[in-house]
T-cell receptor
Framework: GAVVSQHPSRVICKSGTSVKIECRSL??????MFWYRQFPKQSLMLMAT?????????EQGVEKDKFLINHASLTLSTLTVTSAHPEDSSFYIC????????????FGQGTRLTVV | KQEVTQIPAALSVPEGENLVLNCSFT??????LQWFRQDPGKGLTSLLL?????REQTSGRLNASLDKSSGRSTLYIAASQPGDSATYLC???????????FGAGTTVTVRA
């Protein structure tokens, strides 16, 4: 299957600082990538859809000024958590699709963010 | 809004036993359904993808069925092994966009 690489896998930051998470499609081009957040023992919640060359589409309740998404190329999307607070601590996962709507979604390894 | 439910939330079986994991969804207008495996602290690994026109998919010891009209899918894992211990998530894709709706998962423990 297609490979999606996410970096870093773990990050600890201080309150008030910003953290950038990268999501790369290694062997395919992804015009659309997705960012999810997962709380312990809960399902993945879609935060936003990242579109190459245009603005991201955010789900209801997700602060776009806090979670900045940039999709500057067909293989890279970044999520920046700005002015992080302890409540932002979570597991963030990105996903990309190959081809059209009917194809599989492939996921990155996830990033465990801890804000202290 | 699509609601996806997975029952049970957790399951513990002895090695060798067959596993049956259930997934139900409220809106039958789906494009496809995908089963994933997630190990602790890791991302998701795609196991099986079933298109809405299909009734089942098989890969090795894994078999997934889909009954779209009743809003159900079942993942069968034959002859379970300790390495099968993980959380299994199902996700459905809506017909009109790319988005996936996930269940909360079933955490499986296979005892040696």
């Amino acid at each position: 299957g297609a490979v999606v690489s996410q970096h870093p896998s773990r990050v600890i930051c201080k309150s008030g600082t910003s953290v950038k998470i990268e999501c790369r499609s290694l062997d395919f081009q992804a015009t659309t990538m997705f960012w999810y957040r997962q709380f312990p023992k809960q399902s993945l919640m879609l935060m936003a859809t990242s579109n190459e060359g245009s603005k991201a589409t955010y789900e209801q309740g997700v602060e776009k000024d806090k979670f900045l998404i940039n999709h500057a190329s067909l293989t890279l999307s970044t999520l920046t958590v700005t002015s992080a607070h302890p409540e932002d601590s979570s597991f963030y996962i990105c996903s990309a699709r190959v081809g059209n709507r009917g194809t599989e979604a492939f996921f990155g390894q996830g990033t465990r963010l801890t804000v202290v | 809004k699509q609601e996806v439910t997975q029952i049970p939330a957790a399951l513990s079986v002895p090695e060798g036993e067959n596993l049956v994991l259930n997934c139900s969804f409220t809106d039958s207008a789906i494009y496809n359904l995908q089963w994933f495996r997630q190990d602790p602290g890791k991302g998701l690994t795609s196991l099986l993808l079933i298109q809405s026109s299909q009734r089942e998919q098989t890969s090795g010891r894994l078999n997934a069925s889909l009954d779209k009209s009743s809003g159900r899918s079942t993942l069968y894992i034959a002859a379970s092994q300790p390495g099968d211990s993980a959380t299994y998530l199902c996700a459905v894709k809506r017909s009109n966009d790319y988005k996936l709706s996930f269940g909360a998962g079933t955490t499986v423990t296979v005892r040696a």
